[in-house]
């Protein structure tokens, strides 16, 4: 597509259950990113996959999060037994390099709200 | 390590107003610094940049200077319309202090009245 899609859009689940997130990166963009924004505060680096390097998890929070990327396409961030402080908007992104973090050349999708009733 | 702070908001102004939105930083390198804005119903983009000392980066009538004496970078506009309300977010990148992410400010939502 012309753009990052991330999916759900919205999500409400109930404390305990696994969600799963998904971020279709732009055609051709080898970076991916996934940040988390709680409410009033900042983007919170969460993880990051170049090509088919390994991935940068430094920015997890626990063990109950989890992110696979397939190659340079389309990736998934678990969830597991969801609390409600996991409750934020999950932003991915995308660049053509890793490198491209540098120049601000990030590719976000519109998020996808979580709500952990 | 590597951080943004930017003002808190919101901001409500009205139309053909001054616009400033104070942001600082604090970095163990030569970081790279960035406005981003997000229109409703729309992901983050780049607004401006600017990678160097003393550097300004404008676009859309915005502009900010990289000021490392006072780890700043201020966004301003001198004239703000309607269609600039939106979330600003100062941004930082130091990939030479050992970090490949973006680090973001908390953002600060802007309203502009007719």
């Known amino acids: 597509g012309a753009g990052v899609s991330q999916s759900p859009s919205n999500k409400v689940t109930e404390k305990g259950k696994d969600v799963e997130l998904r971020c279709d990166p732009i055609?051709?963009?080898?970076?991916l990113y996934w940040y988390r924004q709680r409410l009033g505060q900042g983007l919170e680096f969460l993880i990051y996959?170049?090509?088919?390097?390994?991935?940068?998890k430094s920015g997890l929070p626990s063990d109950r999060f989890s992110a696979e990327r397939t190659g340079e396409s389309v990736s998934t961030l678990t969830i597991q037994r969801t609390q409600q402080e996991d409750s934020a908007v999950y932003l991915c992104?995308?660049?053509?390099?890793?490198?491209?973090?540098?120049?601000?050349?990030?590719?976000f999708g519109e998020g996808s709200r979580l709500t952990v009733l | 390590g590597d951080s943004v702070t930017q003002m808190e908001g919101p901001v409500t102004l009205s139309e053909e107003a001054f616009l400033t939105i104070n942001c600082t930083y604090t970095?163990?390198?030569?970081?790279?610094l960035f406005w981003y804005v997000q229109y409703p119903g729309e992901g983050l983009q780049l607004l401006l940049k600017a990678t160097k000392a003393d550097d300004k980066g404008s676009n859309k009538g915005f502009e900010a200077t990289y000021r490392k004496e006072t780890t700043s970078f201020h966004l301003e506009k001198g004239s703000v319309q309607v269609s600039d309300s939106a979330v600003y977010f100062c941004?930082?990148?130091?990939?030479?202090?050992?970090?490949?992410?973006?680090?973001f400010g908390a953002g600060t939502r802007l309203t502009v009245k007719p």
């Open positions: 055609s051709g963009h080898t970076a």
């Open positions: 992104a995308s660049s053509l390099t890793i490198l491209a973090a540098n120049t601000g050349e990030l590719f």
């Open positions: 970095a163990t390198g030569y970081p790279s």
């Open positions: 996959f170049q090509g088919n390097s390994a991935p940068d």
């Open positions: 941004a930082l990148s130091d990939q030479g202090g050992g970090n490949n992410d973006m680090r």
